[in-house]
């Protein structure tokens, strides 16, 4: 009876001073999860923001580091000094500098998008015990990776894992499964994106190690339809046009818990954006993955048509378009750029 009389007298009014203390510290965003305020949030003046933006295009633009991807002919046409760099807020503000509308084929980006549709209509489960969340250690088009993980994928980021995600995209044929994908990266762009038939028939030509893949992994029975009909959706998903615009509003999407911040319409649940955000740091980049989340402690995903963009959860979506590649196939100027914007902001997630 004592220890009750306690809890009335003491304990119980410290829960109430203590819960008001946390409420009034805290700020409920309807589009998203219960946030704190941060210093690094509260610093994100526009000025400063503008300032740093202009910065990094003056300092990269004349980059010439790099070159084209070329095993894909259409790929090695685009120019060569697109530059465009765009940030977008969770609150739908847009800070660009550049050739923020000039287009490029979205290419392995799209493999995020896919993935998170999947992980939206089969649950985190089926992603990670299905296709996996591992990095292999190989190349990004390894046949080897799939011997040696024992028929599995990985991840959704390599190309056999995405083929994989793509296959399961609840759908009755190859054409309900390619427009639910369209639609669904539309939905993270906030608008109907185009589609780069150019590119499309360069490489749906060309794409017998895809093709290799997808029956291999059929073998092993991770295939959710038929291996070619899913190499050929795979395939037009990458061909799907994208500006630095649209990468930093499907990056601000993400960074918004899923709420696209200039249309406001949900596009994946909240509880599914971590899942997406933890592979994107562990394979987004290709092999140099994990250079970039040591530099910059961010998620990130890049295409060999020269795009990327990167997420600072609940502070800012990142795209940048710059067709010169490194040797890993991630944009020169487009690493470099995003990477002094996260330093120069203080928002390395990591570091807070």
């Known amino acids: 009876m004592d220890a009750m009389k306690y809890m009335r007298k003491g304990f119980l009014p410290l829960v109430a001073f203590s819960l008001v203390v946390f409420a009034a510290a805290t700020t409920l965003d309807a589009k998203g999860p219960l946030t704190v305020p941060s210093e690094v949030a509260k610093s994100l003046k526009p000025h400063k923001i503008e300032r740093v933006l202009k910065e990094a295009y003056g300092k990269f633009k004349n980059d010439n580091g790099g070159k084209n991807a070329d095993y894909i002919k259409a790929l090695a046409e685009v120019d060569s000094k697109i530059f465009g760099i765009t940030l977008v807020t969770p609150e739908g503000k847009v800070y660009e500098i550049g050739d923020t509308g000039s287009q490029v084929s979205i290419q392995s980006i799209s493999k995020v998008f896919t993935a998170a549709l999947v992980l939206?209509?089969?649950?985190?489960?089926?992603?990670?015990?299905?296709?996996?969340?591992?990095?292999?250690?190989?190349?990004?088009?390894?046949?080897?990776?799939?011997?040696?993980?024992?028929?599995?994928?990985?991840?959704?980021?390599?190309?056999?894992?995405?083929?994989?995600?793509?296959?399961w995209v609840e759908a009755a044929d190859a054409k309900e499964r390619w427009l639910k994908i369209k639609q669904n990266m539309d939905a993270f762009a906030g608008k109907k994106l185009s589609f780069n038939e150019v590119v499309y028939?360069?490489?749906?030509?060309?794409?017998?190690?895809?093709?290799?893949?997808?029956?291999?992994?059929?073998?092993?029975?991770?295939?959710?339809?038929?291996?070619?009909?899913?190499?050929?959706?795979?395939?037009?998903?990458?061909?799907?046009n994208v500006s630095a615009h649209d990468l930093g509003v499907m990056a601000a999407t993400f960074a918004n818990h899923g709420v696209n911040p200039i249309t406001g319409k949900r596009v994946i649940d909240a509880k599914y954006v971590p899942k997406v955000l933890a592979v994107m740091a562990t394979a987004g980049l290709y092999d140099n993955a994990g250079d970039w989340l040591y530099l910059t402690g961010t998620p990130a995903k890049s295409g060999v048509g020269g795009g990327i963009l990167a997420i600072v959860p609940g502070k800012l979506g990142i795209g940048v378009v710059s067709p010169p590649l490194d040797k890993y196939g991630n944009s020169v100027r487009g690493q470099k750029a995003a990477a002094y914007i996260i330093e120069k902001l203080g928002l390395n997630p990591l570091a807070q």
């Not at 017998?208 to 295939?223: E, F, T, W």
Request: aromatic share 6%; hydrophobic share 35%.
């Open 201 to 240: 028939e360069s490489e749906v030509n060309d794409n017998k190690r895809n093709q290799a893949i997808a029956k291999l992994l059929d073998a092993y029975g991770r295939m959710g339809s038929d291996p070619l009909e899913a190499t050929t959706v795979y395939t037009k998903q990458c061909s799907v």
């Open 120 to 167: 939206q209509e089969k649950g985190e489960k089926f992603l990670q015990e299905k296709i996996g969340v591992n990095a292999t250690g190989l190349p990004f088009n390894s046949v080897l990776a799939i011997e040696l993980h024992g028929g599995s994928a990985s991840n959704p980021f390599v190309n056999a894992g995405a083929i994989q995600s793509t296959s």
